[in-house]
């Protein structure tokens, strides 16, 4: 079946570090893919997607692009900040059924 | 503009008992997913509905059933509790089926005992 395989955690960074949480995914169908958020004391958000091969999401300085040659939509950010401390989700989703699939989550640190 | 809201927050149950948990979706909204994550995991679907139907189901019992209401509310009904089915729930909603972004609740704890 599908499935998704993101960066184990914690990551842990500092202030202004570059960040990258790799994601990579099987899929029988061409996948929507979604980065989700969920930050201390509050439920999942979505952070970006891209919902076709090469499109780049982005949203507060976070960036993925949809790699379908590798399969892979690994989330980037040029400075972290303290406030960027969170947990991250890669999850694709299917075209044909919707179905949203969810990775572990990777828990990111950023020390001032 | 209300988002996703769930009922209770938190829940504590006996094994073997029963259990009804309650989602109403963001305004506009018409699909609502159910969602099961353990502590230090990431959620697992447990089943989709739109239209009053159940359109997708993962890989859970059918302890697990739902229903979705004409205001596209929904509930999750869990039977015969076992202690294992003590997680985070999590209610998301969204616009129509063709990958749409989930919205999602602040969850229900359940704590089974």
């Known amino acids: 079946g599908d499935s998704v395989t993101q960066m184990e955690g914690p990551v842990t960074l500092s202030e202004e570090a570059f960040l990258t949480i790799n994601c990579t995914y099987t899929a029988t169908g061409y996948p929507s893919l979604f980065w989700y958020v969920q930050y201390p004391g509050e439920g999942l958000q979505l952070l970006l997607k891209?919902?076709?091969?090469?499109d780049k999401g982005s949203n507060k300085g976070f960036e993925a692009t949809y790699r379908k040659e590798t399969t892979s939509f690994h989330l980037e950010k040029g400075s972290v900040q303290v406030s960027d401390s969170a947990v991250y989700f890669c999850a694709p989703s299917e075209n044909r059924d919707d179905k949203i699939i969810f990775g572990k989550g990777t828990r990111l640190h950023i020390l001032p | 503009d209300a988002g996703v809201t769930q009922s209770p927050t938190h829940l504590i149950k006996t094994r073997g008992q029963q259990v009804t948990l309650r989602c109403s979706p963001k305004?506009?909204?018409?699909?609502v997913s159910w969602y099961q994550q353990a502590l230090g995991q990431g959620p697992q679907f447990i089943f989709q509905?739109?239209?009053?139907?159940?359109?997708q189901r993962g890989n859970f019992p059918d302890r697990f059933s739902g229903h979705q209401f004409p205001n596209y509310s929904s509930e999750l009904n869990v039977n015969a509790l076992l202690l294992g089915d003590s997680a985070l729930y999590l209610c998301?909603?969204?616009?129509?089926?063709?990958?749409?972004?989930?919205?999602f609740g602040n969850g229900t704890r359940l704590t089974v005992t």
């Open positions: 998301a909603s969204s616009f129509g089926t063709y990958n749409s972004p989930l919205h």
């Open positions: 891209a919902t076709k091969a090469d």
């Open positions: 509905y739109y239209e009053e139907e159940e359109r």
């Open positions: 305004s506009g909204h018409d699909t």
